[in-house]
């Protein structure tokens, strides 16, 4: 999506290849919204550590960085030995699938990669694959978003208020993103509406990087503490909500998502909210059969206990406030814990629709429908 | 309740009055959970900036500090004659009304100070009277909230995981508090139990006020995210929730409290977990009809793009992690704002029982039972 800064607008990918160079580049995640900045990393290590200390997030996103890591290694190996090319690629690969151990994105993209290099008969002819099958990863994942934004774009009507949780938007995929794919198809046809980002604590990615992605696109929009959005659906100042996923049910139709998403399908049950769900084929699970075998990742308690931010620059003379460097300051007592689930379960029940590339389905109907969702026997 | 500051444990109430040195002290609550400082305000000015400046906040505290600045501000006139300190006390009770003009515990306060000091027929008397009549309410307000723990204590049973929200314990009151009363009652007839503390964004009273009292009291506790109570609930973690209000309507049952409070109600509602309100008898508004009428204050939006905290000190060298000046850090994108509604309203029809010192009741029932709970015609 596009960038602007200073007077400069460019359009930006989260991840993109350098050929020439051999490096990954990312916008640096970590210091969003109050830097922007690409990090290039020069070779298969510095790209899973990229990973690793979440530089890149974000299920899409992470998927495309493993892809183009791993044919970033299969461009360094210096040699004609098909075997000893093998090898390596199984230390890349492992490299960067130990970076965050618990995706599913990262595996499906390199196994692609994989597969695809290896048609090739030479040394030279698999690395050429390797970065052709990474770059086609990416495109597709692009092509995914704008397909969301094509099948939910319809939903987005002139002057509604649609509430966001998390970030499941450009930053978070390579391109466009899934819960704001409709939000930018409905922009791009001319029309206006507001909307709500869910801060979206312990880590506030909706206050950082929905509402930075949000503010670059020039859609109007404000952040709101959490525990504001019963007050705002009590109200009827809420006509929609879109969220993301991080893994969905074939089977079942629950969805994974970020921790305080199952609340808000709550509430909007309770006043008749439509609740959409954005996903792209990569992030649906067809072999659980139950919502209770999602492993939920607790995460650590300094998250809770404590938050990310800039420094206000008190001396700053000019028009609007300024912000310093980035510090962790502790807001909670110091001598108390905390608990940190990281995700919750929404049942079936609670969800009207999730808008896929091939069209928005009822959560049930996803299993019938698996064959155009992308489900291999 | 019991402070501890090094190896030494001391009692304090939130407010008292200090009769020697004609001042009131009070716990600094913009520094904690960092720093335990009690301010003594010299005059009914200086108290009536603490007031503005929320180095006190809550009910039951406000309209203390109200009252002990009233009988500051009259035992600080010279002079013998009646109208003169007349016209002072209109003029004392006026600065201290403007402190916080919106809130009702003040006024009340000030009024039954004012109205037992006019028995006096000398200066001299008034003065005694106002002090006695600051004292009374005072230990009123401890009175009450330990009533409510009396009535609330045995709905906390061994082994219960209970959630609050916000602070509506001892620091928001003189002593003791409103929804923690039944929890150090219970506390004081040996049972165990762990508390979930709602870190309550934006002000995150639950993180920093709630959980420091309860590490002090040595209450088994955890902090959590607001967007984690539904994942704890959804999973049987949660037995029962207790929260205070800022006014609950005697006719509807309708309970105004912190944002966020009408979330949780839902969310109780849903999974069967009981939802109780705890109130002193000032908190309730006889006259209102319809919770449409209660005015809902918007706050800056300052709260929800950011947070205030304490610099980690990297550089020291001990036991556990410590912590340095408090500052305000930007966390929120810095071109987007936001909404930030202070309170919402809670129906009646999702609220167990409200724990009041006169007993526990449906807040259906308050309306009939007004006579006990303190309504005047």
Chains 1, 2 share one sequence.
Not at 153 to 158: A, F
Not at 164 to 185: M, S
Not at 368 to 375: T, V
Request: net charge positive; aromatic share 8%; proline share 4%.
């Amino acid at each position: 999506m596009n960038v602007t800064i200073g007077r400069r607008t460019r359009h930006y990918r989260t991840v993109a290849f350098d050929s020439r160079k051999n490096a990954v580049r990312l916008i640096d995640q970590r210091l969003l919204p109050h830097q922007f900045q690409i990090v290039a990393t020069g070779n298969f290590q510095e790209t899973a550590r990229a990973i690793h200390e979440m530089i890149v997030r974000g299920a899409g996103a992470i998927g495309a960085t493993a892809a183009y890591g791993l044919a970033q290694g299969v461009r360094s190996f210096r040699g004609r030995d098909l075997e000893k090319l093998s090898l390596h690629v199984d230390s890349v690969y492992q490299t960067l699938q130990a970076a965050r151990p618990t995706a599913v994105d990262p595996v499906n993209a390199m196994n692609e990669v994989r597969s695809r290099m290896s048609q090739g008969k030479t040394v030279a002819e698999q690395r050429a694959l390797a970065l052709t099958a990474a770059q086609e990863f990416a495109n597709d994942d692009v092509r995914h978003c704008e397909a969301i934004g094509r099948q939910g774009g319809p939903l987005i009507q002139e002057g509604m208020r649609i509430l966001t949780h998390c970030n499941a938007g450009w930053l978070a995929f390579v391109d466009v993103g899934t819960a704001t794919a409709p939000l930018y198809a409905a922009q791009a046809e001319g029309r206006k509406f507001h909307v709500f980002c869910d801060e979206t604590r312990p880590r506030s990615q909706g206050a950082t990087l929905t509402a930075w992605e949000l503010a670059q696109q020039g859609i109007d929009h404000e952040v709101i503490a959490d525990n504001a959005a019963g007050y705002l659906i009590q109200r009827n100042e809420i006509d929609l909500i879109i969220v993301g996923s991080d893994r969905t049910l074939g089977r079942t139709g629950e969805v994974t998502n970020k921790i305080g998403t199952y609340t808000k399908a709550v509430l909007a049950e309770r006043h008749n909210i439509p609740f959409f769900v954005a996903i792209p084929f990569s992030t649906i699970d067809w072999k659980l059969s139950s919502g209770r075998d999602i492993p939920i990742e607790e995460r650590d308690e300094s998250e809770v206990l404590g938050a990310w931010g800039a420094v206000a620059l008190s001396r700053f003379r000019g028009s609007g406030p300024r912000f310093g460097r980035r510090v962790y300051v502790r807001v909670a007592n110091p001598t108390s814990g905390a608990r940190n689930p990281g995700f919750d379960v929404t049942p079936a029940e609670l969800i009207t629709g999730i808008i896929t590339p091939a069209g928005i389905f009822k959560p049930k109907e996803l299993w019938a429908n698996r064959r155009k969702l992308g489900f291999k026997d």
